[in-house]
């Protein structure tokens, strides 16, 4: 990776990264995406579990979601998908079916599993590797700036 592009992902990294604190502001868990086409942002998503009492509102489940409805198949197939943190098994699902080829995550799933007690923290790398077309995964970054907002919000005291 040349330092342009460590650049240009930490960019977009941050956002998540910001995108997860509003999350957290709205009542939700620390998570928020954004998609990149054509150095573009293209859509945006934060986590609404909490709020939409939903356990598959993630940030990169909804961003998906609607991206795939909004956007051509071939806007997709060239898009980058950043994550303030690294996708879970259903967030790569999703992301692997939209044909989806890149991710950029900022704190590990590990990094992140260890903080929250996490019990299916598992490398979207690894989950990838079993898929017939290739996703590029890239993280962590800033992994320290990311977790400072899980380590916020996990720190407290959840009802």
């Known amino acids: ?21 509003e999350a957290v502001t709205a009542g939700n868990e620390p998570f928020g995406a954004v998609l990149v086409a054509d150095g573009v942002i293209r859509h945006t998503a934060r986590n609404q579990v909490v709020t ?5 509102r993630h940030a990169e489940l909804l961003l998906v979601s609607e991206a795939s409805q909004r956007l051509e198949r071939d806007v997709l197939s060239r898009a980058t998908l950043y994550t303030s943190t690294e996708p879970c098994l259903m967030c790569c699902g999703a992301i692997y079916w939209s044909r989806i080829p890149r991710v950029v995550f900022g704190c590990s799933a590990g990094a992140m599993g260890a903080l929250a007690g996490g019990s299916l923290a598992t490398s979207s790398r690894q989950l990838f590797s079993h898929g017939r077309r290739p996703v590029s995964v890239i ?9 400072a907002v899980h380590r916020a919000y996990w720190s407290r005291e959840i009802p």
């Open 139 to 147: 993280g962590p970054i800033l992994e320290e700036e990311a977790l």
């Open 52 to 56: 939409r009492s939903d356990p598959t």
């Open 1 to 21: 990776m040349t330092d342009a592009d460590a650049r240009i992902h930490e960019a977009f990294v941050r956002q998540c990264i910001e995108l997860a604190a």
